[in-house]
């Protein structure tokens, strides 16, 4: 019997230990305050329009530089399967590798990077406003205007926190 009272003792200490431990590891996320939040929207619109300006001017940053490593990867593969060249990834190869990661069905996918046209003039930013953050992502609408050929782009980019600036994880042209 003492044998019995000892077993349950450590049993019930055993699981009181273990609740102990889950409580502490179960803490609420931090909270991001508004001007936390402002701030780091405007660190990265600066950091967008003068990426944007900059790569349509003399190519620097270039694309690789200014995207995550998946959506370089993502736009590389869409521009690829949009030539169709014997060798390139085909539509359906793409569709089949990202469509677990990116909308498929969104008209823009195989359009240019930035903006849809291949042959632009002088590129600017018209506008760039701070929408949301979510997961981690800053959301902006952002027209890019062509001033030689009188045409603006309108789109969504999604903007990651990078180690020293930002890095566009998505764009959307509307």
């Not at 990202?98 to 930013?125: A, C, H, S």
């Not at 981690?136 to 890019?144: A, G, K, M, P, R």
Request: net charge negative.
């Amino acid at each position: 019997m003492k044998h019995l009272y000892l077993f349950l003792m450590l049993t019930w200490l055993i699981s009181c230990q273990n609740n102990e431990k889950e409580e502490i590891t179960a803490q609420p996320q931090e909270q991001v305050s508004p001007e936390e939040i402002q701030q780091k929207a405007e660190k990265a619109k600066k950091w967008l329009v003068s990426s944007i300006e900059g790569h349509f001017a003399n190519g620097t940053p270039p694309m690789i530089m200014m995207t995550t490593p998946e959506y370089y990867e993502f736009k590389t593969d869409a521009l690829n399967a949009r030539i169709g060249l014997p060798g390139n990834i085909t539509k359906e190869e793409f569709t089949a590798k990202w469509k677990e990661k990116f909308d498929m069905n969104r008209p823009d996918i195989f359009n240019g990077y930035l903006i849809p046209t291949q042959d632009f003039g002088r590129v600017k930013v018209k506008s760039c406003e701070f929408d949301k953050l979510q997961n981690d992502i800053l959301f902006f609408n952002v027209q890019i205007s062509d001033v030689e050929y009188k045409t603006d782009f309108n789109s969504v980019i999604k903007l990651k926190e990078a180690e020293k600036d930002f890095l566009i994880a998505d764009q959307i042209q509307l």
